[in-house]
């Protein structure tokens, strides 16, 4: 229909909010010593905050990047989307990869005597408390889905509050982006043109992704609820189900379904992905969250209806 909204988001909008829900990435260098670079690549896990659509990486000081960087400043960061709790298990067993984005460009140091990587501290230290300030002021409904997460594990503030610790050292680091790649869950890669990135921003309930996920699926409760989502939307009947991704326009699951045809020795039910859409746009956690409990009560009514009439 013309005029329709797409129900999901394009492939650049999905990178933007990747980068924006996860807080640690796979960041790779070009080894390098005193006499110059090397062709091997170092990796390592480090952890980054983003400003502006800009990552910012902190790096601890003894790591191998720091040297590196000095001889060549050219490297490459892979973030996946948020995959917590039992979601991981799940994602393992059937073999299926978390949505990536890779990204390549050059890093340029915030020198301290400069007074630049106080200020991306000062940065960091207000995204943490406009989080947590979020979260704090947030309703019944949104903590009631929170209260099941594994805080410690899914809250982004949480894990970036590390990075202020003066106990531990680092170097700081602007990330400037060459080239954006979203990389699908079946390892499929997508070159995103850097003008359509600079089209978008993230969602504003991206940095919450990692907790609603797990909150969701944690949640006997809920888990069963989205089991009745995929029944009574999509006519699908799941054994189980989990919350795979969480976006302004909606959501995606994993529901364990029968099989169409068994063979080849297949079991008798497999996972599948499902899209639920959103009637409206969650500008935020608390309208995400009250949209999914609607979605949740409507169904349960239709069920209650069905029932009634046997």
């Not at 010593?33 to 502006?52: H, M, N, P, Q």
């Not at 894990?159 to 790649?181: C, H, P, Q, R």
């Not at 969701?216 to 089991?227: C, V, Y």
């Not at 409507?298 to 009634?308: D, I, N, R, T």
């Amino acid at each position: 229909m013309k005029g329709t909204k797409p129900a999901v988001l394009n492939l650049a909008e999905k990178c933007k909010n990747i980068l924006a829900s996860n807080w640690q990435g796979q960041l790779n260098t070009v080894k390098a010593d005193a006499k110059g670079s090397k062709e091997g690549i170092f990796s390592s896990k480090v952890k980054y905050f983003v400003k502006r659509g800009r990552p910012y990486i902190w790096v601890p000081e003894k790591e191998q990047h720091n040297v590196n960087t000095i001889i060549d400043e050219r490297v490459s960061f892979a973030i996946s989307s948020p995959y917590p709790g039992p979601l991981k298990s799940l994602l393992k067993s059937i073999k299926k990869l978390p949505a990536r984005v890779a990204l390549a460009g050059d890093v340029v140091s915030l020198k301290p005597e400069k007074c630049l990587a106080h200020r991306a501290a000062e940065s960091l230290q207000a995204c943490i408390e406009s989080e947590e300030r979020a979260i704090k002021e947030s309703s019944y409904t949104v903590s009631g889905v929170l209260s099941s997460s594994s805080h410690l594990l899914t809250s982004r503030s949480e894990n970036l509050k590390a990075l202020l610790d003066e106990g531990t050292e680092y170097v700081v680091y602007k990330f400037n982006i060459s080239s954006w790649m979203w990389i699908d869950g079946h390892g499929r890669t997508h070159k995103i043109d850097l003008e359509d990135m600079a089209k978008y921003n993230a969602d504003k309930l991206a940095p919450f992704s990692a907790q609603l996920i797990d909150g969701i699926n944690q949640s006997e409760a809920r888990r069963r609820a989205l089991m009745i989502l995929c029944l009574t939307y999509l006519n699908a009947s799941a054994k189980d189900a989990y919350m795979l991704s969480v976006d302004r326009k909606g959501f995606d699951v994993l529901g364990k379904v029968r099989r169409a045809v068994i063979k080849d020795g297949a079991g008798e039910y497999q996972w599948k992905e499902f899209r639920f859409t959103f009637k409206e746009e969650a500008s935020d956690i608390e309208t995400f969250c009250r949209l999914l409990v609607e979605m949740e009560e409507e169904a349960l009514k239709k069920v209650s209806s069905f029932s009634g009439l046997t």
